[in-house]
């Protein structure tokens, strides 16, 4: 679960989009002799100068442009004096992102002031390049009103694509303000439930090491010397076959931070190939599941608290580590 310091099959923006929508605009010049010999794109800002230079360079590779009658997708290729240069101004994906879409939302706990949901492994947080629609941003818009006025449609902490389980997100500006302090301040409690290649031990241990961007990747974390400082608890439940079946509790909450520890452990997550892990029990996903997640309600200070039973495909492989007597109160 990381806070903002910085999922099953879910519709395409497009499939919203009604027929009482207006056609995309289409604009069409003839270049001129001042821009002979101009890359595509650098005429295009001339055509539509609104519009930055890169979502025009969006258009261009989606083939919005034609250059007399012809589809021109290269933003270098070179123009000439009395060609002619239109182009479909098009909203990209990336534009369209943040448009509500009715997509299921599994809740346990809602009021006027917050919701508390399971979200699935797959399912995406939020809007970021190559996931542009079907996000669980997209379905907060969708839910509740309120959620277009808040920033992030509330949400205040977010759950990697392929991690399941618990989170929390705000309705209104002042549950939203409190849930960002508590989490900051860690008042918000996390557990989380994972399974690990090797064997970790049989007790109890902490990594308390700074993470901050993998220097030879920059789709990974890493503990690194300059990183954020993180601590995680873990809690081993079982070791068998060759795996552990483990609890683990936040008390930060970086990027990727509880599968950045254990690989950096040597024992990796099942299934995460970014760190890693290797497929085995059944798995094609990082095995990790947020399980407990409990908090003061940000307005009236009312303590809650929630348990996520695993997913069937990770309930199966805990139950071939931990056995069947291995329940949420281990």
């Known amino acids: 679960m990381d806070p903002l310091d910085a999922a099953g099959a879910a519709p395409n923006a497009d499939d919203d989009a009604g027929p009482e929508e207006a056609a995309p605009e289409t604009r069409e010049r003839v270049v001129e002799a001042a821009w002979h010999g101009w890359r595509v794109d650098k005429v295009l800002v001339q055509i539509a100068p609104e519009f930055s230079r890169s979502h025009l360079q969006q258009l261009l590779a989606q083939g919005h442009a034609l250059l007399d009658g012809r589809p021109v997708r290269a933003a270098s290729k070179a123009v000439r004096a009395g060609q ?23 809740i346990v706990f809602e009021d006027a002031h917050l919701l508390v949901l399971e979200k699935p492994a797959g399912l995406v947080v939020h809007p970021a390049p190559g996931n542009w629609s079907g996000t669980l941003l997209n379905a907060l818009l969708a839910h509740h009103a309120g959620a277009a006025a808040l920033p992030r449609a509330g ?3 977010r759950l990697d694509k392929d991690t399941s389980g618990l989170m929390v997100a705000a309705k209104t500006p002042a549950a939203m303000n409190a849930l960002v302090q508590a989490i900051a301040a860690r008042g918000v409690q996390r557990e989380y439930q994972a399974i690990a290649h090797g064997d970790v031990g049989g007790g109890p241990f902490v990594v ?50 509880i599968r950045v520890h254990l690989a950096h452990r040597g024992h990796p997550l099942v299934a995460d190939a970014l760190y890693g892990g290797a497929p085995a029990l059944g798995l094609a996903r990082q095995a990790l599941h947020a399980a407990r997640l409990a908090l003061a309600h940000p307005i009236d200070g009312q303590p809650l ?11 199966r492989a805990w139950h071939e580590v931990a056995g069947r007597d291995a329940t949420m109160t281990d």
Do not use: E, N, Y
């Not at 002619?84 to 599994?106: E, Y």
């Not at 809690?235 to 483990?246: E, H, K, Y």
């Not at 608290?305 to 309930?315: C, G, K, R, V």
């Open 84 to 106: 002619r240069l239109a182009v479909v101004l098009a909203p990209t994906a990336q534009a369209q992102a943040f448009r509500p879409q009715a997509i299921p939302l599994a």
């Open 155 to 157: 949400i205040v902490h």
């Open 208 to 257: 308390d090491a700074p993470i901050g961007r993998d220097p030879r990747s920059r789709v990974r974390m890493a503990v690194v010397a300059g990183g954020k400082p993180a601590r995680t608890d873990f809690r081993p439940v079982a070791r068998r076959g060759g795996f552990s079946a483990l609890w683990c509790r936040l008390h930060s909450g970086r990027t990727h931070q």
């Open 305 to 315: 608290a929630f348990a996520s039973a695993l997913p069937d495909d990770l309930a």
